[in-house]
């Protein structure tokens, strides 16, 4: 049982560049989330999906796409990178219980 | 969600109960207040929740006053592996679909650092 897992867990990307980010949970929780932290800084929500086929906008969405290619996997796009995205992104997913949420370990993203 | 306002760091002696402190005092009849934390840059980790009782698990003890305003979060036998950013959160607990899009919002959280 491995929980959230996101891949890669390491990536430099040249301004400009585009890249996926994967995040799959085998828990079979219905919410999955995409957060970024930045160095020194709590996590801030770009998106999130309540349920399998559907999508919603957190707090910092510009720059980001997500989509929830089903139960199990959620992916956030980056299109153009910018040097602002640097960033490490987690991914969450939860169930419908008070204690229920689950992070990912983590991808670390350098934007040069 | 209620906002949250937390120290910005502690120390704490090895050994020695770590006591942190949350300000919570816009928090409403439905919300819940929960505490992760988030050793080294890892995904952060759910230690406790509770409503207006306090709450006790393997981990940690939550004590909330009884106005609800502010919560202390105690560790017990603090452990050099319990350095870590601690958040205090406070959200509506129930199935996302009811809960109007509340989800957890994270702040700047505590930084408690267990010294030999």
């Known amino acids: 049982n491995a929980g959230v897992t996101q891949t890669p867990k390491f990536q430099v990307l040249k301004t400009g560049q585009s890249m996926t980010l994967q995040c799959a949970q085998d828990?079979?929780?219905?919410?999955m989330y995409w957060y970024r932290q930045d160095p020194g800084m709590g996590l801030r929500l770009i998106y999130y999906?309540?349920?399998?086929?559907?999508?919603d906008k957190g707090e910092v969405p510009n720059g980001y796409n997500v989509s929830r290619l089903n139960k199990r996997e959620f992916s956030l796009r980056l299109e153009s990178a910018a040097p602002s995205q640097t960033s490490v992104y987690f991914c969450?997913?939860?169930?419908?219980?008070?204690?229920?949420?689950?992070f990912g370990s983590g991808t670390r993203l350098t934007v040069v | 969600d209620a906002k949250t306002t937390q120290p910005t760091s502690m120390d704490c002696a090895e050994g020695r109960a770590a006591n942190l402190p949350c300000n919570h005092s816009t928090i409403s009849g439905n919300e819940y207040v929960y505490w992760y934390r988030q050793i080294h840059s890892q995904g952060p980790q759910y230690i406790i929740h509770g409503l207006k009782n306090n709450e006790t698990n393997e981990m940690a003890s939550l004590i909330i006053t009884e106005d609800r305003k502010s919560s202390t979060l105690i560790l017990p036998h603090a452990t050099l592996r319990d350095t870590a950013v601690y958040y205090c959160i406070v959200r509506v607990a129930g199935r996302y679909e009811e809960t109007s899009g509340s989800r957890l919002t994270f702040g700047e959280g505590t930084q408690l650092t267990v010294n030999p």
């Open positions: 828990m079979n929780h219905n919410s």
């Open positions: 969450a997913s939860w169930i419908d219980r008070v204690d229920g949420y689950t």
């Open positions: 999906s309540a349920s399998e086929g559907t999508t």
